[in-house]
């Protein structure tokens, strides 16, 4: 999952990537970054969320034997949600001690696709754009965002 991050001060890629938990060569394929890239202040640079996220998902951590279906079975999750809110493919292996994101009881997400809009994002988590507004941070509706839905109880 990614956000847009508007760079405020000149950086460089290393600093980005410190300040993001990753690297420079991930920086470097998410935003098709071919060579050296002097960052400029005020441009953007697509990053992958890294943090938790206003403490809507915590961190599993992979058990020997464990399996995305298990791990998603065990959290009543969609085994394909959870592949996509972390980023991974269907023919990944994931390995003990690896970290998972799992989302916390009464969160629903989505990750939006290609040319959906406010209302479209809505529908899919079964509330109104004005809800969404307030509990995403940031929405840019680009292709992967996650965008998330606390249910009120």
Same mark, same amino acid.
């Given at each position: 999952?990614?956000?847009?991050?508007?760079?405020?001060?000149?950086?460089?890629?290393?600093?980005?990537?410190?300040?993001?938990?990753?690297?420079?060569?991930?920086?470097?394929?998410?935003?098709?970054? %071919? $060579?050296?890239?002097?960052?400029? *202040?005020?441009? @953007? +640079?697509?990053?992958?969320?890294?943090? &938790?996220?206003?403490?809507?998902?915590?961190?599993?951590?992979?058990?020997?034997?464990?399996?995305?279906?298990?791990?998603?079975?065990?959290?009543?999750?969609?085994?394909?949600?959870? %592949? $996509?809110?972390?980023?991974?493919? *269907?023919?990944? @292996? +994931?390995?003990?001690?690896?970290?998972? &994101?799992?989302?916390?009881?009464?969160?629903?997400?989505?990750?939006?696709?290609?040319?959906?809009?406010?209302?479209?994002?809505?529908?899919?988590?079964?509330?109104?754009?004005?809800?969404?507004?307030?509990?995403?941070?940031?929405?840019?509706?680009?292709?992967?965002?996650?965008?998330?839905?606390?249910?009120?109880?």
């Amino acid at each position: 999952m990614y956000r847009i991050y508007q760079i405020e001060d000149e950086t460089s890629l290393d600093d980005i990537a410190k300040k993001f938990n990753t690297t420079v060569q991930n920086l470097k394929q998410i935003n098709g970054i %071919l $060579n050296d890239y002097n960052v400029q *202040r005020g441009s @953007y +640079i697509i990053v992958p969320i890294s943090d &938790m996220e206003d403490g809507n998902f915590e961190i599993y951590r992979v058990k020997q034997g464990d399996s995305i279906y298990s791990i998603a079975q065990a959290f009543g999750l969609n085994y394909i949600d959870l %592949l $996509n809110l972390n980023g991974l493919d *269907r023919d990944q @292996y +994931i390995y003990p001690n690896q970290e998972i &994101m799992i989302p916390k009881k009464d969160l629903v997400f989505i990750i939006t696709k290609e040319n959906e809009t406010l209302s479209d994002a809505a529908d899919r988590l079964d509330t109104t754009e004005e809800e969404m507004i307030r509990q995403n941070r940031t929405i840019y509706l680009v292709p992967d965002q996650l965008m998330v839905y606390k249910k009120r109880v």
